[in-house]
């Protein structure tokens, strides 16, 4: 019998296998019989330009992805109903998934400035309320969107989500004080979403030595405990900055110690002329926990200037009100301190002694 190795559909971009092509339009005034089809006599009626020969063939691709990722308009109630359905049939025939994973859920048009049919006026919000729609019909299961540069147009997501992970947000060897505050605006948004979703924060090691290496495991963990609630976050090392190597680029021993829960928020401990480049500033940040103290000195920074750098001459040495020991990256702890002096981008997780 026959066997057939290759299927091809209708070349309708004309990419001619290359990576670059045309959508076509559909003519609805042509297809006459309303089928959503053009027969070769409508076909042959077409205004010009408008080659589609199915309505399908007239949407858009999602940027960056293709023909194999299409954008859907999520305003239609139906389109939140099948949504719901089919993602409730995923998970009754996956039983051992406790729920999905939505990426790119940022809320922003992806086509800004290209004309459709449907209105996108209220996009993000219709996005939210499809992935409400959602996470509805799969309870106890839920969604966990990727909101990551979405920003406030990510909001409806974030409220009908529930939880949500912010990729590659914490970068603390990169990170001016600017970007800090920043950072700390949208971890505060997003707890304080409808629905109280989960924050899953994910980090990257920019400026670093790569993820094993200790000075960057550190100021990743405390850049995290000085944002963190001690009931609705969670922090991730360097998940999506390499997903496919081996657990030990995700994680650092120092994560185990326990320093309890946070007395309150996070507050600036110390700020001042950098000494490496008296034209920036730096500032140091603090958080008193139950057990310990967390410290975290992003890059020096000036507005119209920049950030500063990492450099061994940044270092500034600050009193700590007390005794502590330092914890390692490996997990273990130092001798009694009282003060601890930290450069740029480096941050420091203590014990009271």
């Given at each position: 019998a026959a066997q057939v190795k290759s299927v091809f559909g209708r070349d309708y971009v004309r990419a001619a296998g290359g990576q670059s092509g045309v959508i076509p339009a559909f003519d609805y005034a042509a297809d006459?019989?309303?089928?959503?089809?053009?027969?070769?006599?409508?076909?042959?009626?077409?205004?010009?330009?408008?080659?589609?020969?199915?309505?399908?063939?007239?949407?858009?691709?999602?940027?960056?992805?293709?023909?194999?990722?299409?954008?859907?308009?999520?305003?239609?109630?139906?389109?939140?109903?099948?949504?719901?359905?089919?993602?409730?049939?995923?998970?009754?025939?996956?039983?051992?998934?406790?729920?999905?994973?939505?990426?790119?859920?940022?809320?922003?048009?992806?086509?800004?400035?290209?004309?459709?049919?449907?209105?996108?006026?209220?996009?993000?919000?219709?996005?939210g309320a499809l992935v409400e729609a959602v996470n509805r019909a799969i309870a106890p299961k839920w969604v966990l969107a990727n909101t990551a540069g979405g920003r406030t147009t990510a909001d409806p997501i974030a409220a009908g989500s529930a939880a949500v992970i912010e990729e590659f947000l914490l970068r603390p060897l990169a990170h001016g004080w600017a970007d800090f505050g920043d950072t700390a605006a949208l971890v505060a948004a997003r707890l304080a979403a409808d629905g109280s979703p989960y924050v899953v924060l994910d980090s990257r090691t920019d400026g670093g030595d790569g993820p094993l290496d200790p000075r960057t495991q550190i100021a990743t963990l405390a850049y995290y405990y000085l944002l963190a609630d001690p009931e609705r976050t969670l922090l991730m090392f360097y998940g999506g900055e390499n997903p496919s190597s081996s657990w030990a680029g995700?994680?650092?021993?120092?994560?185990?110690?326990?320093?309890?829960?946070?007395?309150?928020?996070?507050?600036?401990?110390?700020?001042?002329?950098?000494?490496?480049?008296?034209?920036?500033?730096?500032?140091?940040?603090?958080?008193?926990?139950?057990?310990?103290?967390?410290?975290?000195?992003?890059?020096?920074?000036?507005?119209?200037?920049?950030?500063?750098?990492?450099?061994?001459?940044?270092?500034?040495?600050?009193?700590?009100?007390?005794?502590?020991?330092?914890?390692n990256a490996d997990g273990t702890r130092g001798p009694v301190v009282s003060s601890v002096t930290l450069r740029n981008g480096e941050g420091a997780v203590f014990v009271r002694a």
């Open positions: 006459r019989d309303g089928d959503g089809y053009l027969t070769d006599a409508e076909y042959a009626t077409r205004a010009a330009g408008k080659d589609a020969r199915f309505v399908s063939e007239s949407r858009l691709f999602y940027p960056y992805y293709g023909q194999m990722r299409f954008v859907t308009d999520p305003s239609g109630p139906a389109v939140r109903r099948w949504a719901a359905d089919y993602h409730t049939r995923l998970l009754a025939a996956n039983p051992l998934a406790d729920g999905l994973f939505l990426d790119n859920a940022t809320g922003n048009l992806p086509f800004a400035g290209t004309p459709v049919l449907e209105s996108t006026a209220s996009y993000a919000t219709d996005s995700h994680w650092s021993p120092a994560a185990a110690v326990d320093v309890g829960r946070p007395t309150g928020a996070y507050r600036t401990l110390a700020t001042g002329a950098d000494p490496f480049s008296p034209s920036l500033t730096y500032k140091v940040f603090a958080r008193d926990y139950s057990d310990g103290l967390v410290l975290y000195k992003p890059l020096s920074y000036a507005q119209g200037v920049g950030n500063g750098t990492t450099a061994d001459q940044t270092a500034t040495t600050h009193q700590l009100g007390g005794n502590y020991r330092r914890v």
